[in-house]
């Protein structure tokens, strides 16, 4: 069994404490404590300007004052001070506001070492706001994904995890589901006896509604992994089409080598974009043409790789680079598969203006010109306003078991049409009721609560 | 007088018959003691063992080596397996029984075994020596001692008969109950409830007009409930049959009803939700006209029928008034009412998985006592505890049987860990893997236990191996041996499945579910001679390959389940873990682990009032 060194020492009678905001210098920086002892430790090291007494009165409070070390000043603060359970974790707690340098903060840790509180563990803020009721599971997975959140798609997304979301629906299906359980088990112990049977016409709705909604949370967790890791963009054309040049005049960056001789791009460069608090990584490849270097052809693979891969082709025309009709039709063929949406963009158009001016985006990348045009297109193609990004899957465990819970409906169903025996549909019908169960929390696992507990990061 | 014993039994019922028989066999001198000789083994209910769930237990009983399901076998009148549309989990074996023959057969049982002695009084009280129980004295002012003492009290313990308005004390109608032990197991704090049950009058058969009632025989080849050569199948089987209640019916009960101590508050036990009176069902499912009624044989030499789902607890005069109006009984007369009994039950959270009290040692509780109801439960927990008893005092570990290993193992966990409210009775539906606890596996299952913990005989253990080997060798003739299209398609057509244009495995086509092994067999004479030669004519060894192959896919299923499930068994929880602390808990569920401290927090996940929030609450405890 795995145990982890902290066990026994985990609960509530430790006090901890971690920095809230990251490293390096900034203007301010926020030390978090946590614990039985944080207002006895706060006492010791802290000393308020004012006469307002640190333990008593109405909380929250916001206090001003000098950190002590020792006989010396370290730094005049602001303390935050929070009484259990009404804070994050459910204990006191107490938020000194720094000024953000990283000796203070360093130092400031060192004292609190010094006084009793001990580091905290990755995760164990939320962990013991968890601990102690304060969130549910799925409210803890969704602040961490608040916390890795960069856009605010993102943010949107956690939030609306956060405040119940989409496991609430899948709560009051699952809960429906359970009662019609109960009577095709009913039918299976007393067939002997005259009981009511559990309708099969509402059970087949049932199943189809909980698939339904399944199945759109999945679809949705393909452009919600996308928000997470960025709309993989691929910027495909021909050797000199001006790739490169436009993935800098997108980024506004040098970021690509660029020069006149055809194929200076010979392997992938990705970077990451965001626009609109939509965050995107584009994928600048090597021009597509028939070439016998070997080096060039290995660049032109991973292109198609890229292309492949993309949810969103910028595909480059220039007047004077235009791809071969096999390779047009190449690029067709590929996003015919992968239903990428592909946006032809008309490069050089200060030299030469695009022939259908309806059919391309005018640009010129060496100009900037044109570009916002781009960007505007890029926003409009990933489809959903971000309000309504709202309801997408993000979490790879709820896929997983939505997933799991599909195929086990789909048996289900299977079950039903095909007039199986009654205890082969309940077996199924427990395995749904199971699978959605590990998303709202009703059924939990170990691998469940491993899986949300060690993605936490210091701090939180 | 020897007054000296390793186990004491108290009470000899259906759990205190399985138990002395059980903990004797294993080597224990054993001293059953019970208020009437002439009573060991008695039905007192319905004279019927098994039924859905039920007859799993038998089985179970049976593969471990305890003897509820020869006697039933022996005293059996009628056999018939439940469920037969459905799957082999759902088959419950069933026997009607002479209720005379049951109880002779279990005395003559327990007679043959030389450890087992008998005295005929009643407990008054529990010797206790500090927290360790070590004997037990009588009515009549004699101390027996032992190691181990097992309560089999059933509805003994200070019960109260009702019929309509009258009240007597009595552990059975006719029978004398019995006070003291309740009351000073409360002194060491052992906690008590009440609970009651009911059984229907008894009818006098040559009053009965079977003429327009719907007969209900047995089944056609009838099988039987052990796995043993040493009984056969019923022969000469007797009828049951089938009559309705009506709304004339039901308003003469519903006319009795201020006159019934159900509802005039006398009753205070909490009565089975799953086994109702007559006036229970007439109240809680008022929209229904007619409510079923069998009829079942008492025995092969009597004319007594009992009216099965005609419990109650109504006055003598509106039981015969009612009966008037029901099809086949116009002119019934009866030999005794129905009646409601009032019993004590102590909390089965009381006790550890061993069925051991965690507040005396060496003392165990089975059956009704423990708030089940059915002689099925009953049986199998006296065999749980004789065996655990026996197991305790020869400083052995106990046994205590998985949810994925028995439906005994279900059995016990709900009641240390969830507890019971009402009478607890068996139900598939308790079990999480119940495409894995068949009747017709219980042998693969347990009887490797049973010989091991010393119960099982050496000759049946053999005879299991040889059957369990026969098994094997079908799967694998099947798993090997093709058949060409010529010589099946014929069959494949018949039974409506689409035919096969290349050589296939026996084994590939038993997964279609039109296909059944013995019509296949039957329909390839070299096939049907090359597996007779395995099985030695043995068709519940071709039924149980059949089983293997047509079910895996679900076999294995539940087994990663409960390998998963496993995992929760393997979180220790410190025995010095304080709840209380753990403020985040739900408070219910802060008390109930203070009580019962499971070890595990598989145990904890189990006990009701326990969360699964709370279960994430101890694992983020435990630092998972």
Redesign the interface.
């Known amino acids: 069994m795995k145990v982890p060194p902290h066990v026994g020492n985990f609960s509530a009678s430790d006090t901890i404490f971690a920095p809230a905001t990251p490293e390096g210098v900034s203007a301010v920086a926020v030390m978090r404590l946590s614990g039985p002892a944080a207002f006895d430790i706060t006492e010791k090291i802290f000393k308020p300007k004012g006469s307002r007494p640190l333990k008593s009165g109405t909380f929250p409070k916001v206090i001003y004052g000098e950190i002590r070390d020792g006989e010396e000043v370290l730094d005049e603060a602001l303390v935050l001070a929070f009484r259990g359970p009404r804070s994050y974790t459910g204990e006191d707690v107490v938020e000194f506001q720094c000024h953000g340098s990283p000796y203070v903060m360093r130092r400031l840790g060192q004292i609190l070492l010094e006084k009793g509180a001990r580091t905290a563990e990755p995760g164990e803020f939320t962990r013991r706001a968890f601990f102690h009721g304060r969130l549910s599971l799925d409210q803890a997975e969704a602040v961490m994904d608040l916390i890795a959140a960069e856009t605010q798609a993102q943010q949107r997304m956690a939030m609306y995890q956060m405040r119940g979301g989409y496991a609430a629906q899948l709560r009051s299906l699952r809960q429906e589901l359970v009662d019609l359980m109960a009577l095709v088990e009913l039918e299976l112990d007393f067939s002997e006896e005259d009981v009511e049977f559990a309708s099969r016409s509402k059970l087949e709705r049932l199943l189809e509604d909980l698939m339904a909604l399944a199945e759109k949370l999945r679809r949705s967790f393909a452009s919600g992994q996308a928000l997470r890791q960025g709309v993989p963009v691929a910027i495909v054309g021909a050797p000199n089409a001006g790739k490169s040049t436009l993935l800098n005049a997108l980024l506004q960056d040098d970021r690509a080598l660029v020069s006149d001789v055809a194929g200076t791009t010979r392997d992938t460069v990705t970077d990451h974009l965001y626009i609109g608090g939509v965050k995107f990584q584009l994928v600048d490849t090597a021009g597509l043409r028939d070439t016998s270097d070997h080096i060039e052809a290995m660049g032109i693979e991973r292109s198609f790789k890229a292309l492949e891969q993309a949810r969103i082709i910028l595909w480059v025309f220039a007047p004077d680079a235009l791809l071969s009709a096999d390779l047009s039709e190449k690029i067709r063929k590929t996003a015919a598969v992968t239903q990428a949406t592909v946006l032809r963009v008309w490069n050089k158009s200060d030299v030469t203006p695009p022939p259908d001016s309806n059919h391309f985006l005018a640009v010129s990348a060496r100009l900037g010109k044109g570009v916002d045009g781009v960007r505007e297109a890029l926003i409009q193609a990933v489809g959903v306003a971000t309000s309504a990004l709202a309801e997408t899957l993000a979490n790879q465990r709820h896929y997983e078991a939505l997933g799991l819970a599909l195929e086990a409906a789909a048996r289900a169903q299977n079950a039903l049409k095909e007039n199986w025996s009654g205890e082969l549909l309940a077996f199924e019908l427990r395995e749904v009721a199971r699978h959605v169960g590990a998303i709202t929390g009703e059924v939990v696992t170990d691998e469940v609560l491993g899986a949300i507990f060690s993605r936490f990061c210091i701090g939180k | 007088m020897k007054t000296d014993f390793d186990i004491i039994i108290i009470g000899a019922g259906h759990a205190g018959t399985e138990a002395a028989a059980a903990a004797a066999r294993m080597g224990s001198k054993v001293l059953l003691i019970t208020m009437d000789m002439t009573k060991i083994g008695q039905m007192s209910c319905n004279p019927a063992m098994g ?3 039920k007859g799993q237990l038998i089985r179970e009983i049976d593969a471990l080596g305890g003897l509820s399901g020869i006697v039933s076998d022996l005293s059996a009148i009628q056999f018939k397996i ?2 037969r ?3 082999p ?2 088959w419950s074996p069933r026997t009607q029984n002479d209720r005379w023959l049951f109880a002779e057969t279990w005395r003559k049982k327990l007679e043959e075994i030389s450890n087992v002695s008998f005295w005929q009084d009643t407990v008054t009280r529990l010797i206790l020596e500090k927290n360790k129980v070590r004997g037990v004295e009588t009515n009549m002012g004699i101390k027996f001692y032992s190691s181990a003492v097992i309560i089999t009290s059933g509805t003994f313990l200070n019960g109260i008969i009702h019929v309509g308005q009258n009240q007597t004390t009595g552990g059975r109608i006719g029978e004398k109950s019995s006070t003291g032990i309740s009351e000073q197991l409360e002194t060491v704090g052992i906690k008590k409830g009440r609970m009651k049950t009911g059984t229907p009058p008894r009818i006098d058969g040559r009053t009965i007009d079977f003429s327009s009632l719907e007969k209900q025989p047995g089944d056609e080849k009838p099988e039987k409930f052990s796995f043993w050569p040493e009984t056969k199948p019923v022969e000469n089987q007797l009828d049951c049959y089938l009559t309705y209640t009506n709304p004339k019916v039901h308003t003469i009960l519903q006319e009795g009803f201020e006159q019934s101590p159900m509802f005039t508050g006398k009753i205070k036990g909490m009565g089975p939700r799953y086994c109702p009176s007559i006036e229970d069902k007439i109240v809680r499912f008022s929209e ?1 006209k007619e ?2 009624l069998f009829l079942e044989p008492e025995g092969r030499n009597t004319v007594e029928y009992y009216l099965n789902g005609f419990s109650s607890s109504l006055p003598l005069e509106v039981q015969l008034k009612a009966l008037k109006h029901i099809p086949g009984l116009e002119n019934a007369k009866i030999f005794r009412p129905g009646y409601a009994i009032e019993y004590d039950f102590f909390f089965p959270t009381q006790l550890y998985p061993t069925l051991e009290s965690k507040y005396i040692d060496n003392l165990f509780f089975a059956g009704q006592v423990n708030g089940t109801t059915g002689y099925e439960e009953a049986a199998a927990q006296g065999l749980m505890a004789g065996i655990n008893a026996h197991l305790k005092i020869h400083e052995k570990e106990g046994l205590v049987l998985k949810r994925h290993e028995a439906y005994i193992g279900v059995l016990i966990d709900d009641l240390v860990y969830k507890g019971t409210e009402e009478p607890y009775r068996m ?3 308790r079990a ?1 893997f ?2 894995t606890l068949r009747h017709n596996n219980a042998d693969a299952r347990l009887s490797p236990i049973g010989y091991q913990i010393g119960l099982l005989e050496k000759n049946k253990y053999q005879f299991f191996l040889k059957k369990k080997e026969k098994i094997e060798r079908v799967i694998g003739f099947v798993s090997e041996t093709s058949i060409d299209p010529e010589a099946i398609n014929p069959f494949l057509e018949k039974v409506g499945t689409t035919p096969i244009n290349q050589k296939l495995k026996i084994k590939t086509l038993l997964s279609r579910p039109q296909i059944s092994i013995v019509d296949l067999i039957n329909f390839l004479p070299e096939i049907y001679t090359k597996i007779q030669r395995i099985t030695e004519n043995d068709n519940s060894v071709l039924e149980a390959a059949e089983v293997e192959i047509k079910y895996a896919g ?1 076999l294995d ?1 539940e087994k990663m389940l409960a390998e ?1 499930i496993q ?2 068994e ?2 220790k929880l410190p025995p010095t873990l304080n709840y209380h ?4 808990l739900s408070t219910e569920a802060r008390q109930k682990l203070s009580a019962l401290k499971p070890t595990t927090l598989g145990e904890a ?1 189990r006990i009701s009032g326990v969360s ?2 709370d ?3 101890l ?6």
């Open positions: 039924g859905i769930g439940l469920n549309s459905k799957g989990a759902m229904k409510h079923q139900f598939t539906s999480e119940r495409i679900y299923r998963k995992k929760l393997n979180l602390a753990l403020q985040a996940s699964p929030s279960i994430s609450i694992m983020v405890h435990l630092g998972r």
